[in-house]
């Protein structure tokens, strides 16, 4: 089946410093990508959708200067948190869908997540 | 905005026992999709509902899309232990086809042995 591919799964920084998280489709392409937050205990809330050789777009709320996207190619997204703060905290998890099926009736398959601790 | 409502928020069952949890949206949605998170992973897809009053089963689990398009439920019959944990519905609505989905807020299982 598909699979994501999410690095790192977990990482530690020093507030004010950027941190980048990739997402690989690796046996499958995925013009389009997607970038949700979820904090403990809560659900998944989606940040931002990433799209190949275009502009992310984002949802209401998330500031695209700080959580910036480039999906350069059509297996690989990346989110950059810049000038990390301790609120930012939070498990951030990737997903794509297999887009060579053009039926549509391709469910999202999502990474492993990566856990951003901001000291 | 669009929004699911899951339920129930948390379960605590015997070994053996069934579980049932439900979706409700008051938009139509033209996927449902079902997944099942651990601790510090990211959600692994269990069931995907693609038609109006579809039925589809997965092993001990059995999901169907609501014939208004706009519920699903997700049964797992005779629980194990190793079915511990948070439970998501998500919905894809039909404007567009980017696989944009909208979540629940999950059912936690617990499963005493």
């Known amino acids: 089946g598909a699979v994501v591919s999410q690095h790192p799964s977990w990482v530690i920084c020093k507030s004010g410093t950027s941190v980048k998280i990739e997402c690989r489709s690796l046996d499958f392409q995925a013009t389009t990508m997607f970038w949700y937050r979820q904090f403990p205990k809560q659900s998944l809330m989606l940040m931002a959708t990433?799209?190949?050789?275009?502009?992310?777009?984002?949802e209401q709320g998330v500031e695209k200067d700080k959580f910036l996207i480039n999906h350069a190619s059509l297996t690989l997204s990346t989110l950059t948190v810049t000038s990390a703060h301790p609120e930012d905290s939070s498990f951030y998890i990737c997903?794509?869908?297999?887009?060579?099926?053009?039926?549509?009736?391709?469910?999202?398959?999502f990474g492993n997540g990566t856990r951003l601790t901001v000291t | 905005g669009q929004q699911l409502n899951q339920s129930p928020q948390s379960m605590f069952i015997q070994e053996g026992e069934d579980v049932s949890m439900n979706c409700t949206s008051s938009s139509i949605f033209n996927t449902w999709l079902w997944y099942k998170q651990d601790p510090g992973e990211g959600p692994v897809l269990l069931i995907a509902?693609?038609?109006?009053?579809e039925l589809t089963s997965n092993g001990r689990l059995t999901a169907q899309f609501g014939t208004t398009r706009k519920d699903s439920f997700l049964n797992i019959s005779a629980s194990i232990p190793s079915d511990v944990g948070i439970y998501f519905c998500?919905?894809?609505?039909?404007?567009?086809?980017?696989?944009?989905?909208?979540f629940g807020q999950g059912t936690t299982l617990q499963v005493k042995p």
């Open positions: 509902l693609y038609k109006a009053g």
């Open positions: 990433s799209n190949e050789g275009s502009k992310a777009t984002y």
């Open positions: 998500a919905g894809q609505l039909p404007s567009g086809n980017t696989g944009k989905l909208i």
């Open positions: 997903s794509a869908r297999d887009t060579s099926r053009l039926s549509g009736n391709s469910p999202l398959h």
